[in-house]
């Protein structure tokens, strides 16, 4: 018997579905379902449907899926759809926190972001700002931001946190990014730290003389920008094998119970740190 997996977002812009984040999620879930007439349906929901129960639910209903992955959902999300993610089999992909009531593979953004501020701190930097998407929090943020508060307030550094719409401005990198004089950024993604990195140049600054900086996702260009960038990796395809084979398991009768897991993440540091070119450090 057939059966359609959901791989279920919300509320993200084009990018997100561009990004490496999501496209290997996505490829890899696509190939483990191979061989076991299993088929995967891309759900996109916006805020709105995903705001209330009854909307939520209508939307995923309307799709016809018969369970359901996840994709970096916020809690408001979660909260909505409760009663059909204990109906369905279900897993997240990157839980907006790890003490919830519902199965899911995650990466250790928490301990990625003390290792980050370590690393800084260990180059002598004193002001650090975390970065965060503008608006509600999903995903991987929430435990960004617990450990770059946890790193912080153990070094007694002071906490430095600004957001970052899309797209932005050059009024919005003065009084939110570089207020304060930061001496290290921490972006949101690697896109982010692209687009920032060539802002930041284009002020006179020097990348990392003036301003240590790093992204999240190890994209494809991380190591070509010049400087290159420092970055974290995600182990993607293995958290979205683990995904699948629990969601397949579910399908085929197999009753694993609770599964919750948070799989470690890679620190790479290039030159946007320090590092010398061509030089790669983890």
Known sequence: MTAT?????????????TGRYFREILTVASQEVLGHDRHIRIVALSHAQGRTHASAEAALVEQGIDAALLVAPSEVFLDALSDLLHALPSIIVSPPHLDIPFNYVGSDNYGAMRAIVAHLAGLGRRRIRLI?????????????????ADAIDALELERLVGDIPHP????????HVLAGAPDALIAPSDNDALALLSR??????????????????????????????TTVSQPLAEMARHAVAYLLDRLAGVDRGLVQEVLPNRLIVRESCGARRGERTT
């Not at 002020?203 to 991380?222: M, N, Q, S, T, W």
């Open 168 to 175: 932005m401005s050059e009024a919005w990198i003065g009084a």
């Open 200 to 229: 930041l140049q284009r002020r006179g600054l020097r990348i990392p003389d003036d301003l240590a900086l790093v992204g999240f996702d190890d994209e494809d260009f991380a190591a070509e920008t010049f400087p290159s960038l």
């Open 132 to 148: 965060q998407p503008y608006g509600d929090l999903t995903g991987d943020y929430w435990e960004r931001a617990r450990g770059y």
């Open 5 to 17: 997996i959901g791989v279920i977002s919300i509320g993200q812009d084009a990018t997100f579905f």
